[in-house]
């Protein structure tokens, strides 16, 4: 089942924040982030596991609540660099195939 | 860091012609790569599991035998799309286990193969 990412598409100034949201209708074991630029390949940001752990470095970071099958990313001050589309891959049992998110175009503008 | 390779970055076909696109873990094994294909401005939508020295896993809907999965070696899998259409057109996306963090896996992807079919 793929999960749900909101918002579809963000634009921001640089040094703005933006959260963007990631829920599943099943339980889910895993949580992983990826930012993918246009033409290129997805890059890993970041897997939270269930037990509602928050993770983060540099101003990017997130969180997964387990109990609402939902994961958020938080970009902070962001920077020209975190233009993108960014990915939720939910992950329902250890080791299982991910599956992804329709993605959130995220555009920072000067 | 885990480095996947895939060849060709971009492909132009004619109909009906057959294309290979290759996928290979640099500096590490993977028995396990997964094929996605990728159209503009949309998700990955994952095609097949490729295993090493098994058959692959085709998801719903994907054609075994148009879209042919070989995963001969622990470091390379490819992708042959047999018979090429226009409507094949698309962006390919390999991506393989690179680690495993507490039993969640790690996704490196390729770097991507444009098809294009005339």
């Known amino acids: 089942q793929q999960p749900v990412q909101s918002p579809q598409a963000v634009i921001l100034r640089e040094g703005e924040d933006a959260v963007i949201n990631c829920s599943s209708s099943k339980a889910l074991y895993s949580v992983h982030w990826y930012r993918q630029k246009h033409g290129e390949a997805p890059i890993f940001l970041m897997i939270?596991?269930?037990?509602?752990e928050q993770k983060g470095h540099d101003k990017i970071s997130a969180s997964f609540n387990e109990k609402k099958q939902q994961s958020s990313l938080y970009l902070t001050a962001s920077q020209l660099s975190y233009s993108g589309t960014y990915f939720c891959g939910t992950e329902e049992t250890s080791g299982s195939r991910l599956t992804f998110g329709e993605g959130t175009q995220l555009t920072v503008n000067p | 860091g885990a480095v996947v390779s895939q060849h060709p970055s971009r492909v132009i076909c004619k109909s009906g012609t057959s294309v290979k696109i290759e996928c290979r873990s640099l500096d590490f094994q993977a028995t396990t790569m997964f094929w996605y294909r990728q159209f503009p401005k949309k998700s990955l939508m994952l095609m097949a599991t490729?295993?090493?020295?098994?058959?692959?896993?085709?998801e719903q809907g994907v054609e075994k035998d148009k879209f042919l999965i070989n995963h001969a070696s622990l470091t390379l899998s490819t992708l042959t799309v047999t018979s090429a259409h226009p409507e094949d057109s698309s962006f390919y996306i390999c991506?393989?286990?690179?680690?495993?963090?507490?039993?969640?896996?790690?996704?490196?992807f390729g770097a991507g193969s444009r098809l294009t079919v005339l």
């Open positions: 939270l596991l269930k037990g509602g």
């Open positions: 991506s393989a286990t690179s680690g495993a963090l507490s039993g969640a896996n790690v996704l490196t």
């Open positions: 490729s295993n090493e020295g098994s058959k692959a896993t085709y």
